[in-house]
Nanobody, 120 residues
Framework: QVQLVESGGGLVQPGGSLRLSCAASGSIFSINFMYWFRQAPGKERKLVAQITGGGGTIYADSVKGRFTISRDNAKNTVYLQMNNLKPEDTAVYYC??????????????WGQGTPVTVSS
């Protein structure tokens, strides 16, 4: 079992910055993909950014140039640096990781979600 614990959400004014963290613990052999998703009130959960084991990244068009995803493999942690935040970035942010608990046993785990509110 792999558990993900997120931190870093909160209230910020438009134009401000926040850094989200998501740390994995448990039986981990390797972690391939790490993701950040978000879900605004009344809307579907959507992909914000993903990073591969090799460091390749993909971003939603709405956050390109403002958000940066990164990972620390030694700490089994993924980060999301969010700059120039806008009210439309308000949502609950979830991390997700895909990997292996042993050489042949895959896992997919989600974090509990951390709320981000962008408002003056």
């Amino acid at each position: 079992q792999v558990q993900l614990v997120e931190s870093g959400g909160g209230l910020v004014q438009p134009g401000g910055s926040l850094r989200l963290s998501c740390a994995a613990s448990g039986s981990i052999f390797s972690i391939n993909f790490m993701y950040w998703f978000r879900q605004a009130p009344g809307k579907e959960r959507k992909l914000v950014a993903q990073i591969t084991g090799g460091g390749g990244t993909i971003y939603a068009d709405s956050v390109k140039g403002r958000f940066t995803i990164s990972r620390d493999n030694a700490k089994n942690t993924v980060y999301l640096q969010m700059n120039n935040l806008k009210p439309e970035d308000t949502a609950v942010y979830y991390c997700r990781m895909n990997g292996l608990t042993t050489e042949t046993s895959p896992f997919t785990s989600w974090g509990q979600g951390t709320p981000v509110t962008v408002s003056s």
